[in-house]
């Protein structure tokens, strides 16, 4: 052969996947096989160790059979492939085959055998054989079948063929355990005084084996008729031990595996063999938890039938009632956690099943699930990995993608740990290290472009999907909730439902029985999911107040969204969002409301994330976003609005769920405010443009008056404003002021109309002249105005006056006009102290609604929002000139100033600060229970409870907290009397009369 030759032929076995190509030429010339034949060693994991293994077994076989054998495999492509891709996945199953070659036939016409044909070839093969020549015919037959499971599994889909395979193996080792037992009736003396059934746990009950691994079994005893019981558990114990000595001892031809019993009851120190009702009286009144988990597998494998079917019948129930038991999800996720932190910290990283993202978290995460919904849906009793989630998928205990990809990587890990143990026939679970091993592994995986890369990055891709699958799945805080309802309760059984509903405090329980028929009668997936979502979610609404109201509003947000594929599973599978969403529907109308008009909005509950309020930045991207997608003025309001009322729900529930500070809310508030409040300009600016013509002749700015320039804003607030402009130079001053009111008009009627979204109130009552004046003025004539006809009370507002909106310089060019006005130079004089007070007065005795009480309502009874307002304010304008930390538009910031200064005692401002504080949040608390603006204590008691669990208060404490503001308020009120009024309180306010 020429040089060139030479090289060409090397370059084609080097493509082919050889490692070491020159040594392969010199023994594919040794079996003088043709070069065709490199096409059929290029399909192996190792196509150096195909074609060495070739070699050998060319030289083990005799030489009439030899011929055969070669003349077979150059006319059978598919025999021909079975033999070498088995010799080159496996170099244990290669000496095998070496000592037998006469089994090269069998790996040629492999198929895998039925479980019937399994058992009958193993117990056949030992006969009435015993010792080790029982043992080593076992193990030879044993083989013989593996290697054909084995060729099959490596000629196939892996992926798709698992199962099969899986099955086989499980079918094949428990047909070991039967032949050894076999062999154990011919060993012990008197085996006949015993009946003993052999069952299978873990994986080989599952008829999901491994190549290697333990073999886990429980051994169950019976008497032989007339024969006594402790007789016959000794004999019982000496077949168990035989039956696990025969298949684990080692013998010239080597041992299958470890016959493991540590799973039976009190495990190693438990007695090896026990009867029916040993076992059964173990599970009821001693076993752990992890030990039910273990039960899911057992299925008998060996043995007397019906001892097998008895001792099913005996601990399976208790099976599907551990998860009655006390923290018994909690217990099962403990487990799972000492599982992994017991991993050795060397093998951490290469574990493909008990590491992070390994198959335990597969396995564990679909046996938490069976054990807690399968007490009532027996659909879901599966022994198999697989096809639990399967029945998990089709029950909708989870999604349809998540079961996907949890199959799909079920079957991928599997695989990869099959190609690990096949190579050397050793119990492993371990990542290879080696770069050949790793070669090997990720061709035998399909993947033939940097398989040692490629194969490391699928696995580590795989297992990063894994658990995050697992820790959505197995840490769901529904299972907990689940786990603690009673069986009746879980199954939402018609016959006792309304009984639980009225004893959960349903006021309605033949309507809260039609709203469950109507969310989970069929046979949908949707009705499936409300199944297993609705008997924790009445637990959770009842926790409320007003449970009906949120089963209504969940039953009628569920009717717009049930068909959306998210929603349902958003609350099967996010975190705690149907607990928090259940929660928040039953603490009041406001949310359901809004939900109703906009029940996409519901996605905010999906994680904790997405209930934190937007920064002001973030609305003002939403809005701009908003505006852009419009090209209609009229319908860029209308997403304004929309995102607002997104923005509101996020916020409410929020503040339902604690997590946000009063100060955090009226920020959120504020914030929310100001941005929509900006975008509605920019799109009133554009519409007038767009209207006229031509560019906007002046500038505007919107400043923020009361609570919105303090920033101190509630639910029910509107937002007080004055609007400014500034024309721009050598612009007309009468078209100026006529794109002004253009301008605004457009913004207020398009926020304040009535429409599907909440409506924004743009109150501006607080310019110059009230409602006689003009609605926009320039910042010229708001300097004449001030400078020559402000009242005292104007010059309190603007203590508010913030630029909220629109041009920047202008609103800072305002707060510059009216800052002498409201911070005066030594302070105001005694007679403006005076006139505050006479109005001040002339509010509380005619502004109260008809027959309201005094000393309940919120912002202008006696200790109440006006109260501690006008006090702080009056002493900001008294003390403001020479103390600049007054300089501020809230209440809280200068009420602390205050005590600093001395201005107020400790005492005072605690007072001042409890009141405002406590009539703020019940404002607030109000519109969220109601629904609409409360300015009083309410006079129904389940008012009161509803708003007083809303601030954390338990259920059927509203009294309490009416009581709790009356007195808070008594104390304010007495500051007030002595700080703004300048008088003594009266002693008797402490014995004033009370009412809820």
Same mark, same amino acid.
């Given at each position: 052969?020429?040089?060139? +030759?030479?090289?060409?032929?090397?370059?084609?076995?080097?493509?082919?996947?050889?490692?070491?190509? /020159?040594?392969?030429?010199?023994?594919?010339?040794?079996?003088?096989?043709?070069?065709?034949?490199?096409?059929?060693?290029?399909?192996?994991?190792?196509?150096?160790?195909?074609?060495?293994?070739?070699?050998?077994?060319?030289?083990?076989?005799?030489?009439?059979?030899?011929?055969?054998?070669?003349?077979?495999?150059?006319?059978?492509?598919?025999?021909?492939?079975?033999?070498?891709?088995?010799?080159?996945?496996?170099?244990?199953?290669?000496?095998?085959?070496?000592?037998?070659?006469?089994?090269?036939?069998?790996?040629?016409?492999?198929?895998?055998?039925?479980?019937?044909?399994?058992?009958?070839?193993?117990?056949?093969?030992?006969?009435?054989?015993?010792?080790?020549?029982?043992?080593?015919?076992?193990?030879?037959?044993?083989?013989?079948?593996?290697?054909?499971?084995?060729?099959?599994?490596?000629?196939?889909?892996?992926?798709?063929?698992?199962?099969?395979?899986?099955?086989?193996?499980?079918?094949?080792?428990?047909?070991?355990?039967?032949?050894?037992?076999?062999?154990?009736?011919?060993?012990?003396?008197?085996?006949?005084?015993?009946?003993?059934?052999?069952?299978?746990?873990?994986?080989?009950?599952?008829?999901?084996?491994?190549?290697?691994?333990?073999?886990?079994?429980?051994?169950?005893?019976?008497?032989?008729? #007339?024969?006594?019981?402790?007789?016959?558990?000794?004999?019982?114990?000496?077949?168990?031990?035989?039956?696990?000595?025969?298949?684990?001892?080692?013998?010239?031809?080597?041992?299958?595996?470890?016959?493991?019993?540590?799973?039976?009851?009190?495990?190693?120190?438990?007695?090896?063999?026990?009867?029916?009702?040993?076992?059964?009286?173990?599970?009821?009144?001693?076993?752990?938890?992890?030990?039910?988990?273990?039960?899911?597998?057992?299925?008998?494998?060996?043995?007397?039938?019906?001892?097998? %079917?008895?001792?099913?019948?005996?601990?399976?129930?208790?099976?599907?009632?551990?998860?009655?038991?006390?923290?018994?999800?909690?217990?099962?996720?403990?487990?799972?956690?000492?599982?992994?932190?017991?991993?050795?910290?060397?093998?951490?990283?290469?574990?493909?099943?008990?590491?992070?993202?390994?198959?335990?978290?597969?396995?564990?995460?679909?046996?938490?699930?069976?054990?807690?919904?399968?007490?009532?849906?027996?659909?879901?009793?599966?022994?198999?990995?697989?096809?639990?989630? !399967?029945?998990?998928?089709?029950?909708?205990?989870?999604?349809?993608?998540?079961?996907?990809?949890?199959?799909?990587?079920?079957?991928?890990?599997?695989?990869?740990?099959?190609?690990?143990?096949?190579?050397?026939?050793?119990?492993?679970?371990? =990542?290879?290290?080696?770069?050949?091993?790793?070669?090997?592994?990720?061709?035998?995986?399909?993947?033939?472009?940097?398989?040692? !890369?490629?194969?490391?990055? =699928?696995?580590?891709?795989?297992?990063?999907?894994?658990?995050?699958?697992?820790?959505?799945?197995?840490?769901?805080?529904?299972?907990?909730?689940?786990?603690?309802?009673?069986?009746?309760?879980?199954?939402?059984?018609?016959?006792?439902?309304?009984?639980?509903?009225? &004893?959960?405090?349903?006021?309605?329980?033949?309507?809260? =029985?039609?709203?469950?028929?109507?969310?989970?009668?069929?046979?949908?997936?949707?009705?499936?999911?409300?199944?297993?979502?609705?008997?924790?979610?009445?637990?959770?609404?009842?926790?409320?107040? *007003?449970?009906?109201? #949120?089963?209504?509003?969940?039953?009628?947000?569920?009717? !717009?969204?049930?068909?959306?594929?998210?929603?349902?599973?958003?609350?099967?599978?996010?975190?705690?969002?149907?607990?928090?969403?259940?929660?928040?529907?039953?603490?009041?109308?406001?949310?359901?409301?809004?939900? !109703?008009?906009?029940?996409?909005?519901?996605?905010?509950?999906?994680?904790?994330?997405?209930?934190?309020?937007?920064?002001?930045?973030?609305?003002?991207?939403?809005?701009?976003?908003?505006?852009?997608?419009?090209?209609? /003025?009229?319908?860029?309001?209308?997403?304004?609005?929309?995102?607002?009322?997104?923005?509101?729900?996020?916020?409410?529930?929020?503040?339902?769920?604690?997590?946000?500070?009063? *100060?955090?809310?009226?920020?959120?508030?504020? /914030?929310?405010?100001?941005?929509?409040?900006?975008?509605?300009?920019?799109?009133?600016?554009?519409?007038?443009?767009?209207?006229?013509?031509?560019?906007?002749?002046?500038?505007?700015?919107?400043?923020?008056?009361?609570?919105?320039?303090?920033?101190?804003?509630?639910?029910?607030?509107?937002?007080?404003?004055?609007?400014?402009?500034?024309?721009?130079?050598?612009?007309?001053? %009468?078209?100026?002021?006529?794109?002004?009111?253009?301008?605004?008009?457009?913004?207020?009627? #398009?926020?304040?109309?009535?429409?599907?979204?909440?409506?924004?109130?743009?109150?501006?009552?607080?310019?110059?002249?009230?409602?006689?004046?003009?609605?926009?003025?320039?910042?010229?004539?708001?300097?004449?105005?001030?400078?020559?006809?402000?009242?005292?009370?104007? &010059?309190?507002?603007?203590?508010?006056?913030?630029?909220?909106?629109?041009?920047?310089?202008?609103?800072?060019?305002?707060?510059?006009?009216?800052?002498?006005?409201?911070?005066?130079?030594?302070?105001?004089?005694?007679?403006?102290?005076?006139?505050?007070?006479?109005?001040?007065?002339?509010?509380?005795?005619?502004?109260?609604?008809?027959?309201?009480?005094?000393?309940?309502?919120?912002?202008?009874?006696?200790?109440?929002?006006?109260?501690?307002?006008?006090?702080?304010?009056?002493?900001? =304008?008294?003390? &403001?000139?020479?103390?600049?930390?007054?300089?501020?538009?809230?209440?809280?910031?200068?009420?602390?100033?205050?005590?600093?200064?001395?201005?107020?005692? +400790?005492?005072?401002?605690?007072?001042?600060?409890?009141?405002?504080?406590?009539?703020?949040?019940?404002?607030?608390?109000?519109?969220?229970?109601?629904?609409?603006?409360? /300015?009083?204590?309410?006079?129904?008691?389940?008012?009161?409870?509803?708003?007083?669990?809303?601030?954390?208060?338990?259920?059927?404490?509203?009294?309490?907290?009416?009581?709790?503001?009356?007195?808070?308020?008594?104390?304010?009120?007495?500051?007030?009397?002595?700080?703004?009024?300048?008088?003594?309180?009266?002693?008797?306010?402490?014995?004033?009369?009370?009412?809820?």
């Amino acid at each position: 052969m020429s040089p060139a +030759a030479s090289a060409s032929r090397r370059t084609s076995f080097v493509r082919a996947g050889f490692a070491d190509p /020159d040594r392969a030429i010199q023994l594919l010339d040794e079996l003088q096989a043709p070069d065709e034949f490199v096409g059929a060693l290029s399909k192996a994991a190792s196509p150096d160790g195909a074609l060495l293994g070739l070699v050998r077994l060319r030289e083990a076989l005799p030489a009439d059979e030899r011929e055969v054998a070669e003349q077979l495999l150059t006319d059978d492509d598919t025999g021909r492939c079975r033999l070498v891709q088995l010799l080159g996945a496996s170099s244990a199953l290669t000496d095998h085959l070496v000592r037998h070659p006469e089994q090269w036939r069998d790996v040629v016409a492999s198929r895998v055998a039925t479980r019937e044909e399994l058992y009958a070839a193993l117990r056949g093969a030992v006969g009435e054989l015993t010792g080790t020549e029982a043992y080593d015919a076992l193990r030879v037959a044993y083989r013989r079948q593996l290697i054909q499971i084995a060729a099959v599994d490596v000629t196939s889909d892996a992926i798709e063929q698992l199962p099969v395979i899986a099955e086989a193996l499980a079918d094949l080792a428990g047909a070991a355990v039967a032949a050894a037992l076999e062999v154990a009736r011919h060993t012990v003396a008197d085996s006949d005084a015993c009946r003993l059934t052999v069952i299978g746990m873990g994986k080989c009950g599952g008829r999901e084996l491994n190549y290697i691994s333990d073999v886990d079994v429980i051994f169950v005893a019976e008497p032989a008729d #007339g024969e006594v019981e402790e007789n016959a558990l000794t004999v019982g114990t000496a077949l168990a031990t035989e039956v696990m000595r025969a298949c684990s001892v080692s013998t010239g031809e080597g041992n299958l595996w470890q016959v493991d019993p540590a799973l039976r009851p009190e495990g190693k120190q438990g007695p090896l063999v026990r009867t029916v009702d040993s076992h059964r009286m173990y599970y009821e009144r001693w076993a752990k938890t992890w030990e039910f988990q273990a039960l899911l597998k057992a299925r008998p494998i060996a043995g007397d039938e019906q001892i097998g %079917q008895d001792y099913l019948d005996a601990v399976m129930p208790q099976v599907w009632r551990a998860a009655h038991r006390e923290n018994f999800v909690e217990d099962v996720q403990a487990m799972r956690r000492r599982v992994e932190q017991h991993v050795p910290a060397a093998e951490a990283d290469r574990q493909l099943k008990l590491g992070p993202g390994g198959l335990r978290d597969i396995e564990f995460s679909m046996q938490l699930l069976q054990l807690v919904h399968g007490r009532t849906d027996d659909r879901l009793r599966h022994r198999s990995t697989l096809a639990a989630i !399967e029945a998990l998928s089709r029950g909708g205990y989870i999604g349809r993608v998540d079961a996907h990809e949890l199959d799909e990587a079920y079957r991928r890990l599997r695989v990869l740990e099959h190609r690990i143990q096949l190579s050397r026939m050793r119990r492993t679970h371990l =990542m290879p290290t080696s770069e050949a091993d790793l070669r090997a592994l990720g061709r035998s995986m399909g993947l033939r472009v940097n398989p040692a !890369e490629a194969v490391v990055t =699928m696995w580590r891709d795989q297992a990063r999907d894994v658990r995050r699958l697992h820790e959505r799945i197995f840490y769901r805080p529904l299972l907990s909730a689940v786990a603690r309802l009673s069986t009746d309760d879980a199954k939402l059984s018609t016959a006792s439902a309304q009984d639980r509903f009225a &004893a959960l405090g349903f006021r309605d329980a033949p309507g809260a =029985m039609r709203h469950i028929e109507a969310l989970t009668t069929g046979v949908s997936r949707r009705a499936a999911i409300q199944r297993t979502l609705l008997p924790v979610m009445l637990q959770w609404f009842a926790e409320e107040v *007003d449970p009906d109201l #949120g089963l209504l509003s969940f039953r009628r947000l569920s009717d !717009e969204l049930g068909s959306t594929p998210w929603f349902l599973k958003m609350l099967r599978d996010e975190g705690r969002a149907a607990e928090i969403l259940a929660k928040v529907l039953a603490s009041g109308r406001y949310v359901g409301q809004m939900l !109703e008009r906009a029940p996409s909005a519901v996605a905010v509950f999906g994680s904790k994330d997405a209930r934190v309020p937007l920064t002001r930045a973030q609305l003002l991207t939403t809005m701009s976003a908003a505006i852009t997608r419009q090209g209609d /003025d009229e319908a860029a309001l209308l997403a304004i609005r929309s995102a607002r009322r997104s923005e509101l729900i996020r916020i409410a529930v929020a503040d339902l769920t604690q997590t946000l500070e009063l *100060d955090d809310l009226e920020l959120a508030l504020t /914030d929310l405010t100001c941005a929509t409040l900006q975008g509605a300009l920019d799109v009133a600016i554009r519409h007038v443009e767009n209207d006229v013509g031509t560019q906007l002749s002046t500038r505007i700015a919107i400043i923020g008056m009361g609570r919105l320039g303090g920033r101190e804003l509630g639910y029910s607030s509107d937002a007080d404003v004055m609007f400014v402009h500034d024309p721009l130079p050598g612009a007309d001053a %009468q078209q100026a002021q006529s794109h002004a009111e253009q301008v605004v008009a457009f913004l207020r009627s #398009g926020l304040m109309a009535s429409g599907p979204d909440p409506a924004l109130g743009v109150d501006a009552d607080l310019r110059p002249e009230g409602k006689a004046g003009p609605l926009v003025r320039t910042l010229a004539s708001y300097a004449g105005y001030y400078e020559r006809w402000s009242e005292g009370w104007e &010059a309190q507002a603007l203590l508010r006056a913030t630029p909220v909106a629109g041009d920047e310089a202008l609103g800072t060019a305002f707060t510059d006009l009216i800052d002498p006005l409201r911070w005066p130079e030594g302070g105001i004089s005694e007679q403006a102290v005076r006139s505050m007070r006479l109005l001040k007065a002339r509010m509380e005795a005619e502004r109260i609604p008809r027959g309201g009480d005094v000393r309940t309502h919120f912002k202008l009874g006696r200790g109440g929002l006006s109260d501690v307002e006008w006090t702080v304010q009056m002493l900001q =304008m008294q003390h &403001a000139h020479e103390i600049p930390g007054l300089r501020h538009p809230g209440t809280m910031t200068p009420l602390r100033v205050l005590a600093e200064h001395g201005l107020l005692d +400790a005492e005072e401002a605690t007072a001042l600060r409890e009141s405002w504080c406590l009539a703020t949040r019940l404002r607030n608390a109000s519109v969220l229970w109601r629904g609409r603006p409360v /300015d009083s204590l309410p006079s129904r008691m389940t008012d009161a409870d509803g708003i007083a669990r809303i601030l954390g208060g338990p259920v059927g404490s509203g009294h309490d907290l009416a009581q709790q503001y009356l007195r808070v308020a008594r104390r304010a009120r007495q500051v007030v009397e002595r700080r703004f009024y300048g008088t003594d309180p009266e002693d008797d306010l402490e014995h004033e009369p009370t009412r809820c």
